[in-house]
């Protein structure tokens, strides 16, 4: 009896080790898949649920060319429109920076390019409507994204001129402030879940226009201004949380087939106070093309801009 007893209590405590070891590994294999690629990609393991995008119309881009392209991509898209674009990197080479060009998917037409410039203490990218020459000298500049030293941080601006340099004392129109987006890490400073973003835009005057943010300093900026609470006036957009699929060992969105690849760059961005609305989603088709779609109220430039800084950040 005794024998037996001991038999029975060993094959417990076995039983326990090992459901013990079984939860660790699957730890183990989370952790690994979300901190090495945060696999946010197509969830193609259930089924999908009705995309919001299939209520739009899809933007066919046919009528741009009697469009002035610049007032295009300055303005929120119009509104019921889906505008799906696609964006190619190029990666450069030793002595030179990627760049990324942005073409409508559904009618190849050249919208506009960014590339990161050099001499620069942070991150700077340049925004042109052409792909020669990506400067602020460059023809057709139109704007830049500028982040901060640790890559955490982005502002979007303008042509305009800052208004700490010569432009300004020269009466140069001054730079607006079109946008920012702060990237943390995933819940609670959590190095296993994938990043969060949370991106203001200025909100859309009745007219159609947007509303005029002009910082003189950096503590102005719709960033500050939004942490601190003060709110009015700015739309807040954050990433849409993907969830862990235990059959794929990874976390997924819902891209509706227009993601091939798993990256930790992949994002979805929603207005904080409509999360079933996605207004931005970004992600990897492979090495080097990438699929941007956007709807109200962003503008194309924006959109393009908020990619850039997920290209760039460095919180992986």
């Known amino acids: 009896e005794t024998t037996e007893t001991k038999a029975e209590e060993t094959t417990e405590t076995k039983t326990e080790e090992e459901k013990k070891e079984g939860e660790g590994e699957e730890a ?11 696999n946010t990609h197509t969830e193609e393991h259930e089924p999908e649920k009705k995309a919001e995008s299939n ?16 007032t295009f991509l300055m303005n929120p898209a119009p509104k019921g429109k889906l505008i799906q674009c696609h964006i190619v990197r190029d990666k450069g080479g030793l002595f030179s920076n990627a760049k990324y060009t942005l073409h409508l998917s559904h009618h190849p037409v050249f919208l506009m390019a960014g590339k990161k410039q050099s001499g620069n203490a942070t991150s700077n990218f340049a925004v042109c409507m052409n792909d020669k020459d990506i400067s602020k000298k460059g023809p057709g500049y139109i704007g830049k994204v500028r982040g901060n ?20 004392k020269e009466g140069k ?5 079109l946008g920012g987006v702060k990237f943390e890490m995933g819940a609670a400073g959590s190095t ?18 947007i509303l005029h943010f002009q910082p003189k300093t950096e503590k102005e900026s719709m960033l500050v201004s939004h942490a601190a609470g003060h709110k009015e006036g700015i739309i807040t957009c954050v ?19 227009r993601v091939k690849k798993a990256s930790v760059k992949n994002f979805q961005l929603a207005p904080e106070t409509d999360m079933d609305k996605v207004v931005l989603q970004f992600g990897r088709v492979d090495d080097n093309n990438f699929i941007m779609d956007f709807q109200y109220p962003l503008s194309p430039f924006q959109a393009f801009a908020l990619c850039l800084s997920s290209f760039d950040s460095k919180f992986e």
């Open 149 to 168: 030293f640790s890559g955490t941080e982005y502002h979007i601006y303008d042509d305009g001129a800052n208004p700490k340099k010569k432009g300004a």
């Open 28 to 38: 183990r294999v989370k952790a690994k898949s979300s901190a090495i690629s945060c």
């Open 239 to 257: 990433s849409k949380n993907p969830s862990w699929n235990e059959k794929a060992k990874a976390f997924v969105l819902n891209f509706n087939g």
């Open 55 to 70: 209520a739009l119309e899809l933007f066919t881009g046919e009528h741009l060319k009697d469009l002035d392209l610049k």
């Open 173 to 177: 129109k001054l730079r607006e402030e």
């Open 192 to 209: 296993v879940a994938p990043r969060k973003m949370t991106a203001v835009i200025p909100e859309v005057k009745p007219d159609g226009g």
